[in-house]
């Protein structure tokens, strides 16, 4: 049984005092919410003040990327022991945001996913298609090469140590949402494309949906037998969303 994962994404967002009152408001929350993992992602310069606000609490935090080497002249970069040493169990990884505004490549990515698990993090990795892809009929195409770039650096058993998050460019920030049976669809052919090479890691893994969920479209999208949960950008800013969302998997 997999266990629900809801993730807040808080992109560049905040500042000491609101993301202190956002945590302060989450973790309130959190005795309503027991089945679901939950994790949040700040924005770098807060991650050490959020997971102090974190303890004690069973929220768990992430990073919004993490450096694909460990220590050295990468200006600007974050690496895995940095990211561990503030707090972090997660890292998302290759989110659209990264790959279409900053250049990531399916290869940095793959190698971003493999620092993270040399430095015990567990990869929150992103993929999925653009609405022209959509329209051109290769979305599943578009998904299996994002994952075949892992599985060439990492293997497949890679998969097992973190979780997939497929969010439709289309769907991120946009309040276009994919309907339940489309997300179904294609979470169902991403694991059914990784059962094809290890069935067991197919059935372990946890995918989630990412792209304007809130609390009017969460249960239903998190009832699809393939969705294990959500990344949430624009609603997880907001605790009273945000707790919401965690609380449809109850
Ligand atoms: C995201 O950026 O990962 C995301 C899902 O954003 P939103 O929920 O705002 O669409």
Redesign the pocket.
């Given at each position: 049984m997999r266990q629900v994962m809801v993730a807040g994404?808080w992109?560049m967002n905040g500042s000491s005092e609101s993301v202190k009152e956002l945590m302060a408001g989450i973790a309130a929350g959190m005795s309503s919410v027991t089945k679901a993992e939950v994790v949040v992602c700040p924005p770098a310069v807060y991650i050490s003040r959020v997971s102090g606000a974190a303890d004690g609490s069973a929220v768990k935090v992430g990073s919004q990327n993490i450096c694909d080497e460990d220590s050295g002249a990468f200006t600007g970069e974050l690496s895995g022991d940095m990211l561990k040493d503030v707090g972090c169990e997660y890292a998302i990884i290759g989110?659209?945001?990264r790959r279409a505004l900053y250049g990531e490549t399916d290869e940095l990515v793959a190698k971003r996913f493999a620092a993270a698990r040399r430095n015990g993090i567990k990869p929150l990795f992103?993929i999925g298609e653009t609405l022209e892809e959509r329209e051109s009929g290769v979305t599943n195409d578009v998904c299996a090469r994002q994952i075949d770039a892992v599985i060439a650096l990492e293997g497949v058993e890679a998969l097992a140590d973190g979780v997939i998050?497929y969010?439709p460019v289309w769907?991120?920030?946009?309040g276009k949402v994919a309907t339940p049976e489309q997300a179904q669809e294609v979470h169902a052919f991403i694991r059914g494309k990784i059962a094809s090479l290890n069935a067991e890691v197919a059935e372990g893994l946890r995918i989630l949906y990412?792209?304007?969920?809130n609390p009017g479209n969460a249960k239903e999208l998190i009832g699809q037998p393939d969705i294990d949960g959500g990344?949430?950008?624009?609603?997880?800013l907001k605790a009273e969303d945000f707790l919401a969302i965690c609380q449809a998997a109850e």
């Open positions: 994404n992109k989110h659209s945001e992103c998050a969010e769907a991120i920030g946009t990412g792209g304007s969920m990344l949430i950008g624009g609603a997880s």
